[in-house]
């Protein structure tokens, strides 16, 4: 069974006093368009651009950081971002909870917990109602094993932003963990009433469901989920155990199938043992 927590990264625009009068400048502009659109690897290309025609240029470094963010080369976006560090007199101080609370996502995802929780620790000494920051560390404290704390994280998050579907969600997976089965559905049903379309949520509530052996209550969530992300690896996973346990042996293999195909490991042993002849 797999559930899933949601990280939030949010960016703000750097320019320094001088930065309209840089020369790189306008390609860093250009680079920002780029990334509006998404169009995050022309992006990159464009900052790098920048770099070139004018060597530590920090709006340049400052946006490839969050862009390398973007396409997931997190190794990357760890070294221009910490790179910044070195201007915190030519920086706002503001600036810095995003850098921290962007490269804190970075090594969660590059499983350097410890250092993780050291970057939310400080995105939040810069700013204490930084609700994404409270978020992000909530998820660092799970994956050490801090339940409660990282409930703690959640709950001051939503005591900030009453409206923080995220936090009700990865709160209401801390609780399921903690076999609160109540108050997990209760989180999580308030992340759907913010957010209909949080394909998340519906996994984590169908997960919930199946766990308390609701299985057909499981698979509706659980088909909500992948009308929203048809390529949602672990709602597949969790549709075929509930499938299993009604006895929809073909359905279950189909959708561990699926899942495997999607990159599921935790489907291929359940496929193989029930499915394989």
């Not at 530590?56 to 080369?73: P, Q, T």
């Not at 709602?235 to 959708?255: S, V």
Request: net charge neutral.
């Amino acid at each position: 069974m797999e559930k899933m927590r949601t990280l939030i990264c949010v960016v703000a625009i750097l320019c320094l006093n001088a930065c309209l009068r840089s020369p790189a400048y306008k390609i860093v502009l250009e680079g920002r368009e780029m990334a509006k659109r998404n169009n995050f690897e022309g992006a990159i290309r464009a900052y790098e651009d920048a770099i070139r025609l004018e060597p530590g240029n920090i709006e340049a470094y400052y946006s490839r950081g969050f862009a390398k963010y973007e396409v997931k080369d997190y190794e990357g976006a760890i070294e221009d971002l910490t790179y910044l560090e070195d201007f915190k007199g030519k920086i706002a101080k503001d600036n810095f909870k995003y850098i921290f609370n962007t490269r804190g996502n970075a090594n969660y995802f590059l499983g350097n917990n410890e250092a993780a929780l050291k970057d939310h620790n400080a995105a939040i000494s810069v700013d204490p109602k930084f609700t994404a920051a409270y978020g992000n560390r909530g998820n660092v404290k799970m994956l050490l094993g801090d339940t409660l704390g990282a409930i703690a994280d959640y709950s001051f998050a939503i005591s900030i932003k009453p409206g923080d579907f995220a936090a009700y969600n990865n709160r209401g997976v801390a609780k399921s963990d903690l076999k609160d089965y109540l108050g997990a559905m209760t989180g999580i049903n308030k992340a759907i009433r913010y957010n209909k379309d949080y394909e998340d949520a519906y996994n984590n509530r169908g997960l919930v469901k199946l766990r308390i052996k609701d299985y057909e209550g499981a698979i509706r969530d659980l088909d909500k989920a992948i009308a929203l992300a048809d390529n949602f690896t672990f709602a597949y996973n969790n549709r075929g155990d509930a499938k299993h346990q009604l006895n929809e042996t073909a359905g279950a293999c189909e959708d561990w199938a699926k899942a495997i195909e999607l990159g599921s490991e935790e489907a291929k042993v359940s496929w193989e043992k029930y499915c394989k002849r």
